[in-house]
């Protein structure tokens, strides 16, 4: 079935750069996601990456996508003490509905310090 | 901001009692999913509404049920409270298929006593 799976917490100082993995099992998925969720709030989109790219950066945000190990992973440089939250990975899912239903990991709790 | 709304952010009822969220989607988006997110869990996909029909449904009772209006904006609806329901209710919008990323709401925050 659909699963995805993620570490869940990661501690890094401030400045320096931190990495969130991922795994999916879908491999028809059209698109992979980062969220970030901030305590009491919704989700912030971050990035995506359409599954035919290996990479995909964003200001102090890289993707890589690993196609054949359904690993993607998030970098984000000079991590500062605002980037502390919880990112979720999802998978969009098209099944046999078309509906492009997100499948999201349980979500890894990054905390930066000082 | 996403532009997506939703309300009321928060909610106490008793088991039992029924409930109803809504949800503003982003200005252009035609497609509405609702999720619910427990504590310390990722969302998890409820059903999708696009041009008014439910266009695919997770892995939630019939209990859990939706409408989506003209204009785009859409209601859940919770039969039957349960106390398993207490959690964060996320609605997001988007574009069908070929632009679909999804933009969520902030949330409305459910209580079950």
């Known amino acids: 079935g659909e699963d995805v799976e993620q570490s869940l917490f990661l501690s890094v100082r401030e400045g320096d750069s931190s990495v969130i993995n991922c795994t999916y099992t879908?491999?028809?998925?059209?698109?992979l996601y980062w969220y970030k969720q901030e305590p009491g709030a919704g989700l912030q989109l971050l990035t995506y990456?359409?599954?035919?790219?290996d990479m995909k950066q964003d200001q102090r945000l890289t993707v890589l996508l690993n196609k054949k190990d359904k690993h993607l992973s998030l970098r984000i440089a000079d991590t500062q003490t605002g980037d502390s939250a919880i990112y979720f990975c999802?998978?969009?899912?098209?099944?046999?509905?078309?509906?492009?239903?997100?499948?999201f990991g349980q979500g890894t709790t990054l905390q930066v310090k000082p | 901001e996403t532009g997506v709304t939703q309300s009321p952010t928060h909610l106490i009822k008793t088991r039992g009692q029924q409930v109803t969220l809504r949800c503003s989607s982003q200005?252009?988006?035609?497609?509405v999913s609702w999720y619910q997110q427990a504590l310390g869990q990722g969302p998890q996909f409820i059903f999708q509404?696009?041009?008014?029909?439910?266009?695919g449904r997770g892995n939630f009772p019939p209990r859990f049920s939706g409408l989506q209006f003209p204009n785009y904006s859409s209601e859940l609806n919770v039969n039957a409270l349960e106390l398993d329901d207490s959690a964060l209710y996320l609605c997001?919008?988007?574009?069908?298929?070929?632009?679909?990323?999804?933009?969520f709401g902030p949330g409305t925050r459910l209580l079950v006593l």
């Open positions: 200005s252009g988006h035609n497609t």
């Open positions: 990456i359409f599954s035919n790219m």
């Open positions: 997001a919008s988007s574009l069908p298929q070929g632009q679909e990323t999804q933009y």
């Open positions: 879908d491999s028809s998925s059209t698109y």
């Open positions: 509404y696009y041009r008014e029909e439910e266009n």
């Open positions: 999802a998978e969009s899912d098209h099944g046999s509905s078309n509906t492009g239903k997100l499948i």
